[in-house]
Structures are given as structure tokens and as C-alpha cells.
């Protein structure tokens, strides 16, 4: 049985205790030990339920015991609501008694400067087999078990999420609005400090619990970035995954160099490499809401064709705009379609197109016309937009859901009551409900995006790239640039071209490889002290003969001592110059929570003037790599615009494997930079590496 | 008196009309009639209320007039709810009582081909000095009077919104929002065909309303553009205007050439104009309201620095990340304030910085840290972020209220019983509340952006171009190209650089201008069907000698015969090649809607892959040129990336400025472009011109 298979085992009995027991429970309501009590009564908990405090006496009506090894019989789970110092006592108790996990909610530990708290604890939960979900939580709800260990909110309304946040206010507004929608969710966890139990194994529990359908997380940071991705991708096949990540606007994030390093704000890194293993992303609290409510209740979209159908013009046009800006597809109606519409008895005042403006509230029309439209299968999803009320619309929308092919979602715009009352019973058939076309188009796009997820899929699993601590333990202290002419074996060894080329240490040396290798040629610096080369006019492009390689060869080595007084020269690279071609940039790094990661963009002023690259957790599999080329916004040079030339994007998608390859083999590269890569009608060459390396730290 | 001003007196008395008659009330309860008197009545009108019906009997409780000539004594206003061809009777008879204005619901008007009848009752309007609302709408809502002449909904809770809409769907939504919130509306205005009032007399009107404080705008389209944003700009002195304006992925506004033309998508132009005129635009209906109600509640921000003080970091980092992308700014906290804060007995887990996350729900930390924020000048605007119930939450904001000098917004996340109550509570204290962090800092920024209008406005009013029909009427079918010789002439009536040039009509000649130039030269073609140049390689740059002059002479012939065999060739310009610099595209249109338009961007692929181009309405006020200078993405290349150099802004934004004097002074301008503009570090030159002309049309 794998690890990950064991953790899934353990969480299965943790949140399914039959007996809990509440250590640091207390009778004053302003207490945390008294809310969580108060919530496991009141979520309707049925196991056993034990008070903990060593005063004794009576707690919330029931008999509270002075130390748990006073509890009769065995208990499952502890939930532990004492001061961090109290904490390790008790889990040596709670083990003695039986149990399989304890749900720490004390603060104090890291967050306060205890680290060594943190360890002590993490130790006992080894040494006893105790699993530990905490510490610094407001705690865990798991519906199904009916087990509400949170001091608030008590949520009862059983549902498709999962919630598992780094932040207990957003589990609360997310469960919240969840229950006040009857969408309602399987379970909320909190995540904490993360000292045993973290984020992976809670995705992979909710990968294989039968309550859960969708996984909703809300995350600052991540504890394993290897075994985080490989979870995902298990639970993507399965379930979707809706992610908001905190901290896009890091000032990291907005440095504007132009290396690869100094591109990858680990917002734009985390981010890839969520999709890349099919999470959704989103970027906004309520937009992650309706995404998760969107894939919990659309049938997966075949492809990505909506047909509006609405009361209002108005709503309809909302609707296709959105849509349009998400990139989902608002095709005009089939002529067959908008003849056989023009035959049902609409208002003459309805617009027959996408978006269809039935302008009437006649409950019959809606069904009719989404029939229709699903018979002549003019569409993928079919957006009900319920703009005023429509007496009998819910009864459609019942029927609709088990008669038509194509994926079904609703808004129901308005704040009436109507509205309201209307909206819950559609959300309780299962169809999901949004209270503006714009916040429905968002959750549906995200549904497109996964099912196009799960067909690329089809290309079968990736390997994923393990940050084992162990093995790849570099430090980035005793980390140097590698000379260029050294640099240049990496890319030999993975057939990547660079232009024919020569060290010289003279002028007569450089003059002779010059003559060599044909004019024009390049020179370059080689120098451990200048890696931007071009700042410190440490490069001279188009000399056409040896009086001007003899005349570079000096002004080179004065400008860059003029840059870089302390600069040591070790020689001149003279190299063939390129053809002209199209400018790339492509990269490699190693980002410290997911390992090699790579990067690519257009080159100049897409990169450094509007930050337009690519970023990829290594190894890329072949359609990753096509991704990478097709998602940068100046695409379209690459394919050619007004009369350009086409450029060798097949090469292009290789060179991304390669280099994500030699990033996993060569865990010691830090950074590499090959820019620009030049792009010809066929083929490609490197022009320049730079290459950041470090030393294994023993 | 002005016109408009005698708008506003007529608005005045209809909206407070002391009496008005239901023409076309009807005893069946799906009926409009009926719906219409039953709004009226259930809002509490308390001035006289007739229904008529030719077959009389009783409405609702009253007596049913057979027709508007039995109604004793004087109407203000009557409301139509009859078939579209009775209309005209109604209008006639409602005049002979004396009314004022009416309120036409009835459809079956233009949107059914029925043009003739607008025309007849805009004729009768004329005829008796009886001002339309209408026709085709839901009706109106005006609080002050408690007049609700609408189908649905029926809103009581007065407040500061004024709604005016396109659809009456939006309408309703926003309305409803509204009530239940507690926020309320002061009036919902559905505009419809607008035969009469329009657009532009509303917002007149609620600029002078004391009832109102914001505009909240729906827009299809716009029916007469100078009048809209002199009206807009009249409001934005005195209180804001949100607009959303649909269509905006108008497939039109999708083209990619490269030529001012095709690129003013009319939403784009519609947005920059209503900007220039103070209006902030979003492009979501619930962001609209969000922005609505933020600029009704929040004091008027002194500048952009926002502090957010929570329960909780996750709320707290929702907030910042938002903010950071919404050009808001995140402080740091002054460390007098960090050690004053410091101080406070809040729980050892708060985190003392921006945000301000005091890990606790004590109401009294609230309250003392938002002085101390606020006493030590740290933010414009501060934003408390219940993320948990707070007892005392509610005391503490009205206190903040009067006490402090920023501007103060609440966010109260979650779904639950007591937040809605308590977010309720806040929004009725007038301090705008939202539920979620990001949805405030949407407001947030609006307001923000409101406020560096009123400050940009101290630059003094504008002067609007009129698009007055009758003094520009140009017919778009007799245009054509200028050619390029002529079209010079445009600019050096407005002292726009252009390089020295002479056109040729043989070999010798182009070697003669040629020479007296100076090398090297470029040579394009002269030709009427050849609008694209280079597109038929009719453009060759760089020529160095006469011989070059020469075999180009020739070839250029023959490859633009080849291309289009047709051509007319009238000649070779011969031109004298520019220094380096950087190319820049600027242009002139011809708006239907907004009249002369001036157009700004980077060339190249700026321009054609990433549509990186800027409108404004002419003319332009200097800050206005200064605006589209710096709003483009590419800014950092005018101003110089690493080790560029600075290109001469100040020139641009003159330039800028003489093209929008163009086009209002010659409007016969329908698309011209200089394409590109070549900056320099010091100076500027057009190296292109492409002018279509119109003629007018009488």
C-alpha cells in the first residue's frame, strides 16, 4: 500500500470517529474550548462525546472529566483546545487511550517563535502512530460524520465541497455562502501549521471520498510543492480542483529584469503549475465560489459553444460579452433552429440569435426553445437567464435537467424575494444557480477549462519531478555564473545549436578564428564578473573583417574595465553571427517549492517591458510545451503577421523539452538563460547562455 | 434659461407630478395595466391616481374612468399602457387635460418596424409641449414622490442611487440590490426608444436632483453623443457617474488590422470618452453596483493609500492583492504607528503591519487601531474587514464614522445570519459595506478614480465638439484617399514635421530630388489604389546612391503592377530617410456617435498583435494628451528601458493635441493616420500619412 494510500486510511478514521473528545472544553461561551463544544452539539454529532477539563464538574449539560485518561473506554479523536506548552501531555495521553488523530486548534506554536513545540509534537506523533491535523486551527467540519469541530460556523447543509483553506475566516464565507445557496459542502478543513497532515493528503483524501465532488482550497503557501502537484494530478482525473492562491501582487513578483529568476514571482510560478496538473485557478474570493458551485453542477461541457436563453436583452448581452472575454464560443443559430423557433408562439418582441431575448416570461417558451436548441445541438451549455421572475421556471429547469444533452446552468438575477426562493430550489435540483449572467459565464468557462483539461489528459501521466529534500539539498549560497564557452557543453550535450565559435586570448588569436569562421562574426566577453554581458558593452555584433575584429577586440576589453574596474578577463568568445530570425527567451530555474521550472517569452520588450512569458514545472510533457508557445500573447508573430515569416515553432517546442529536461537532470542548474534563442523559418540557435549553478551543500 | 435646464424643469414636474392617470388599467392581474396601478399603489403614491378604462367599472378598489376626458379636473402625467397605435389619441387627449409629460410603456414601436408612429407622437409632443419618457419600458420609479409607475419591482427604500437604464431587467437587479442592502435608490429610469427624453436629460436631470448621489448607468447605445457628454460632464463636477456599457466584444471590435479605423471598436471609444468626461466604467454588472454604492458612501479619498485592518490574514491579504492590482497603494506602516500599535494589548498573534491582521474579534481593538492609523496620517482610505462576527463591530464603525479624517469602507465576509444583519446595520450608519474584501476594493478604486478626476477638472472645463447634424453632415460613401503629396499639406498647416521631399516622374527626376536631398532616401509610391503601400511593396527604404534611385525607380513600378495590375501610378515620392527612433502610430477618426476621435499608440506590433492603442474624444485638453501618453502598456519604451534612450513625450503630447485640432477643424477628416510618427530624443517627424476624405454631403 503506498504512503500516500496509508494517510487517506487514517484521515478516514480520524474524520469518521465514532468517539471524540474535547480537551480544554469550558463553560465560559467567550472560549474557544466552549464554542467548539457548543458546535460538535449542535452540527448533530452521534458518536461519543467526552468534555476535558480538570476542574470537572459539567459542561454544556454534559459530565466533564478532569484528564482523558478519566474517559471510559477508547477514543478516537482528540480535539485540543489548551495552551501550546499543554499540548504534547495531552497528545501522549490521547494515544494512550486509543486514539488515531488529534485536531490541534491551540495557537502558539511556529506563529509565536516555538518551533520546538512544533517538533516535540511531530515526534510524539511519530513515535505513537497519532496523526495530527493543526495546530493554530479554528478547526474541521466533515458532514458526512456530522462532526463539526470548529468554533464556528456550525454548517449542516450537506453538499458537493470540500473546502481546505489556510485561512478560517475564507472557510467560513465560503461555507457559508454555500449553505445560504443549499449548495452546501462534504467537509471543511482547516489547514494551520501543517506540522503533520498537510494540503496533499487532504486532496487525496477528497480525491477518493464519495461525498466529495469538487475540492476547494484556498492557499498562502505550500508545504511540499512535489507531493502537492502529484495529488492534484491524482485528484484531477478525478475530481476537479478550484484553487485561490493569496499573495499575486508580491513585490517580488513585479520586478521587471529580464532573466528568468527575476521573472518568476512564485504567484505566476504556483499558478502554471496548478493548471499544468489541472487545478482552476481563480484570483478572486466569490469567482472561486461560483467555480466551485459551477463544478459541482454542470454535466462536463463538450465543448465550449453557450446558447443564452433569456426574459431580457439586457441579461442576454451581459452574458455574451462575458462569454466572449472568457474565451467560450457564442456561435450564431443554425438557420434550421431560428425557422423552427420562429414557429413556436413567442412574444413579438423576442430576438431570435444568440443570445436568444425570448422578451416574455412564458415559463413554456423557455422549455420549448431549449429544446430546440439542444435538438439541432447548437450548443455545449445552455445559460437559462432568468431576468425577472418566471412562474413555473423551476418546473422547466426540472425538466430541462434530464431531458437535453447539453450542460445546463441558470442565473436568476434580481434580489427579491422571488428571485431568492426561486434560486434555492434550482440550486436544490442540482442545476447551479448564479445571481448575474456575468458570475454564471465564469464558472461555466471554468468547467470548459477542466473538461479540456481531462481530454489532454489523454496523453497519458507525467512524471513529476520529486523535491525530496535528501536528494537535492543545494545551497544557494555557494552558487556562481559558469563562463560562457563552459556553458555552452550544456547545450551540446542536448543538441541544442549555438553558433560555430572560438575563445581567443589575443588580438591575433581572435582575429584567426574570426577568418576561420567567416564574417560577420560576434565578440563577446568572458568574464566571471559581468553576467548581463550587453550592460557593460561586453558584446559587439556585425564585424565584417579582421581590421575590425583587431580594432573590438581592444575597445571591449576598455569598456568593460571601464563598467567593471575589478572585472578579470579570461578571453574573448568570437562567434559566427546568426542570420536575422525572430528573438526569444527561453529559461530554466529551480524554483524552491517546485524544482526545475520553464520559463519562456518572446524576447526585448515583451519580456522586459510587459512581463509576457510562459512558465512550466519540469518535465514538460510534449503538449505542455505546445501550450507554452500558443499562450504568449505575441503569438501571432511567431505564425506570421502582415507578410512575416512563419517561424519554427516545431523546433521551438523540442528546445522547451530539452531544456526541461536538462533541468531535471541537472538539479545543480540554479538558472539558465538562453537569450535570445533566435528563430529562423527552419530551425533555431541559441545566441547567448548565461547559467547560474550551484554547489551541493555536502 | 437653457435648453437643458428647461429639460430639467419638465422632468421636475412630471417626476413630481401631484396627479397622473393609468390609460390602459386593467382588472386582470397578468396584465400590464393592472400590474402598473398595483406598483403605484403598493409604492404609496399619495397624489391623485386615475385608472382609465373604456369599459369603467372598478380597478383595484377604484373607479375606472372610460377615457381621460371624464377624469374631473387636471392631469400632470399620464401613464400608457394601451396598444402602440392608440397611443397617439391618448397623448392628444392627455394634452387637452393639461398634462405635462407621459410615460409611454406600450411596445410595438420601432422594434416593430412601426418608425411612423415615434414619429407621430414626437409630433404631438412637439405640437402640445407634452414631454415622452418611453416609449417600450418597464415604466419609472421616482422615491421622493413615491411614485413606482413600473410592472416591477416595487421599490420603497430611498437612498442615493439613481438608476437609469437600457434594460428593464438591470434595472430591477440593481434595484433590488439595492433595497436589500439597505442602501436604497432615489429613482429607476428605463430608458427604452427614447422618442423624446433621452439619455442625456436624465443625467441632467439627477445632476441637479438633491435626492441623488450617484448615477448608476446600463448602456445599449447612445443617442446623441456631444449632448451625452456635455451632460456628463456637467454631472461629473458635482457627483459621480458609473456606466456599463454592453457589447463590448462587438465582433467589429475584434479586427486586428492596423489602421485607426479598425481599431475604434465603438466600445472601445465609447469607454475613453466616457472617461475624459468623468464617468468611471466597468464592464460587470455587480462590480457596477459595488462601484455605485462606494461612491455613494465613501467620503471623497484624498489620495490612493490604503490600510486594511481584519480579524483575519487571509481577509487581510484578499484585500492588498486586490488593491495592488487595482492601482491602489499598500503602505507600509510608519514605524511610530507599528510601536504605537505595539502598545495595544491585541492578541500576541496579530500581525502589526498592511495589512493589519489583529488575529481577534475584540471591537475595541478595531476602534483603537483606526485612530491610530488615522492619527498618524497613514492611509486615504481605511478598510475594516469583519471576516468574523465582531460584537460591538457596529459601534465601533459609527464612531469611526464622524471620528476619523479617511475615508472608511467595511467588508463584511460570510453568509451567515449575523453578518447579513449586522452588514445591514453598517450600510444604514451610510458607510458603504460589501461582502466580500476584493468586491470593497473594487469600490474603492472607483471612488479613487472619481476623485483624481475632480482634481485633473481643476484644468477647466472642456470645450465638447458638436455633432450637430445639420452642420456636419458628410456622406460616408463619397470618400476617398488623399494621396499622400496633398495629404502633406494637412500637416504643415499645423506645423507637424514631415522629411524633405519631392515627388518624380521619371528615372531622372527621382536621381535629381534624390541628390539635392542628401543620401540615403527612401521612395514610395503615389498612387490612388494603393492605400496599403507596403502591403504591394510600394514603400523601399534606405537607398544610398543615385544608382539605387534608379533600378528602385523601376522595380517599384513593376512590383506594384504586379500586385494590382489596375494601379494608377501618379508619381514617386522621394523622401529623406529619418534618423533612428522610435516609431509611433497617431490618428484621427470620424466617430458616428462621439464626432472627431484621436487615437494613440506604440506602432508595430503594439498596435496590430496586442491593440496596446489609446482614444480620446477631440479636442483634447493637455492632460488629456498626457493621459494617453502614459495610460499605454508600452510607456517604459517612450520613457527609456534599460539604457534606451528617452524619447520626446512633450512633442507627442503636442502633437497629440494639433491632430485633435485637425480633425474638429477640417471634419471632412473621416481616418487619418501617421503610421508611423518617428520620435526622437529630441523632437518628432510623421513619416507616413494616410488620409480618407469625405465630402459633404450637400
Not at 445552455?382 to 426540472?398: E, H, N, Q, R, T
Request: one cysteine or more.
Amino acid at each position: 500500500m503506498g504512503k500516500h494510500q496509508k494517510t487517506i486510511e487514517s484521515l478516514e478514521s480520524i474524520l469518521n470517529a465514532r468517539s471524540v473528545a474535547v480537551v480544554g472544553a469550558s463553560n465560559e461561551p467567550h472560549k474557544f474550548g466552549y464554542m467548539t463544544l457548543d458546535s460538535i452539539l449542535r452540527g448533530g454529532y452521534e458518536g461519543k462525546l467526552y468534555a476535558v477539563n480538570p476542574k470537572g464538574g459539567k459542561i454544556l449539560g454534559r459530565k466533564a472529566y478532569p484528564s482523558l485518561s478519566e474517559v471510559p473506554g477508547t477514543i478516537d479523536v482528540v480535539i485540543i483546545v489548551v495552551p501550546a506548552k499543554l499540548v504534547p501531555t495531552v497528545l501522549r495521553d490521547a494515544a494512550a487511550k486509543g486514539a488515531k488523530g488529534a485536531i490541534i486548534q491551540s495557537a502558539g506554536f511556529r506563529e509565536a517563535g516555538r518551533l520546538d513545540l512544533e517538533e516535540e509534537i511531530l515526534a510524539i506523533s511519530r513515535e505513537y502512530g497519532i496523526r495530527l491535523m493543526g495546530p493554530n486551527i479554528q478547526g474541521i467540519n466533515y458532514l458526512p460524520n456530522r462532526l463539526c469541530a470548529m468554533f464556528f460556523p456550525v454548517i449542516k447543509t450537506k453538499g458537493p465541497l470540500a473546502i481546505v483553506s489556510q485561512s478560517g475566516s475564507v472557510t467560513a464565507a465560503l461555507s457559508e455562502w454555500a449553505e445560504r445557496d443549499g449548495l452546501g459542502i462534504s467537509a471543511a478543513i482547516n489547514l494551520g501549521n501543517q506540522v503533520d497532515l498537510c494540503e496533499a493528503d487532504y486532496i487525496d483524501f477528497f480525491t477518493e471520498d464519495d461525498n466529495t465532488n469538487v475540492i476547494v482550497m484556498y492557499l498562502e503557501g505550500i508545504r511540499d510543492g512535489g507531493r502537492f502537484l502529484a495529488a492534484l494530478e491524482r485528484a484531477s482525473c478525478k475530481k476537479p480542483v478550484a484553487v485561490l492562491k493569496s499573495g499575486r501582487t508580491d513585490a517580488g513578483a513585479k520586478s521587471a529584469a529580464s532573466h528568468t529568476g527575476s521573472m518568476a514571482g512564485s504567484y505566476e510560478v504556483f499558478c502554471a503549475a496548478c493548471r499544468q496538473y489541472g487545478a482552476v485557478v481563480m484570483d478572486d474570493l466569490m469567482t472561486l465560489y461560483d467555480v466551485a458551485k459551477a463544478l459541482a453542477g454542470l454535466k462536463t461541457p463538450k465543448g465550449k459553444r453557450l446558447v443564452t436563453i433569456s426574459t431580457s436583452g439586457g441579461a442576454g448581452t451581459l452574458s455574451s460579452d462575458e462569454a466572449e472575454s472568457r474565451d467560450l464560443n457564442v456561435p450564431p443559430l443554425p438557420v434550421e433552429l431560428k425557422d423552427e423557433l420562429g414557429r413556436l408562439d413567442l412574444s413579438p418582441l423576442a430576438h431570435i440569435s444568440n443570445p436568444l431575448d425570448l422578451a416574455g416570461i412564458t415559463a413554456d417558451h423557455f422549455l420549448q426553445a431549449s429544446r430546440l436548441v439542444d435538438h439541432h445541438d447548437a450548443a455545449d451549455i445552455i445559460l437559462i437567464s432568468f431576468a425577472d421572475p418566471v412562474v413555473g421556471g423551476i418546473k422547466v429547469i426540472k425538466t430541462l435537467k434530464t431531458d437535453i444533452k447539453a450542460s445546463l446552468a441558470v442565473s436568476y438575477m434580481g434580489g427579491g424575494e422571488e428571485e431568492i426562493k426561486g434560486g434555492l430550489e434550482i440550486q436544490k435540483i442540482g442545476v447551479p444557480v448564479f445571481p448575474t449572467p456575468e458570475r454564471a459565464i465564469r464558472g461555466i468557462a471554468a468547467a470548459v477549462q477542466y473538461a479540456r483539461y481531462l481530454q489532454t489528459k489523454k496523453q497519458g501521466p507525467s512524471e513529476i519531478f520529486s523535491t525530496d529534500k535528501e536528494k537535492w539539498d543545494y545551497a544557494d549560497k555557494d552558487q556562481r555564473f559558469i563562463l560562457e564557452p563552459e556553458a555552452i557543453g550544456y547545450l551540446s550535450d542536448y543538441y541544442i545549436p549555438y553558433p560555430d565559435h572560438g575563445v581567443a586570448h589575443s588580438t591575433e588569436e581572435a582575429v584567426e578564428i574570426a577568418d576561420r569562421l567567416g564574417y560577420p562574426v560576434v565578440i563577446k566577453v568572458v568574464s566571471p564578473d559581468t553576467p548581463h554581458k550587453t550592460d557593460v558593452k561586453g558584446v559587439v555584433v556585425g564585424l565584417q573583417s579582421s581590421d575590425e575584429v583587431k580594432d573590438c577586440f581592444n575597445q571591449i576589453h576598455e569598456d568593460v574595465k571601464r563598467a567593471v574596474p575589478s572585472a578579470s578577463i579570461e578571453g574573448i568568445l568570437v562567434c559566427k553571427q546568426a542570420p536575422e530570425g525572430l528573438d526569444v527567451i527561453v529559461g530554466a530555474l529551480y524554483d524552491p517549492i517546485f524544482g526545475p521550472i520553464t520559463m519562456f517569452g518572446l524576447g526585448g520588450i515583451f519580456t522586459e517591458v510587459l512581463r509576457d512569458v510562459i512558465f512550466r514545472v519540469a518535465p514538460l510533457r510534449r503538449h505542455d510545451a505546445e501550450e507554452m508557445v500558443s499562450e504568449i500573447k505575441g503569438y501571432p508573430l511567431l505564425k506570421g503577421v502582415r507578410g512575416q515569416p512563419k517561424y519554427d515553432t516545431e523546433r521551438l517546442i523540442e528546445l522547451l523539452m530539452s531544456i526541461s529536461r536538462m533541468a531535471i537532470d541537472r538539479p545543480e542548474i540554479k538558472e539558465l538563460d538562453l537569450n535570445p534563442v533566435r528563430l529562423f523559418e527552419n530551425g533555431l540557435m541559441a545566441l547567448d547562455i548565461r547559467l547560474l549553478k550551484r554547489e551541493a551543500s555536502k
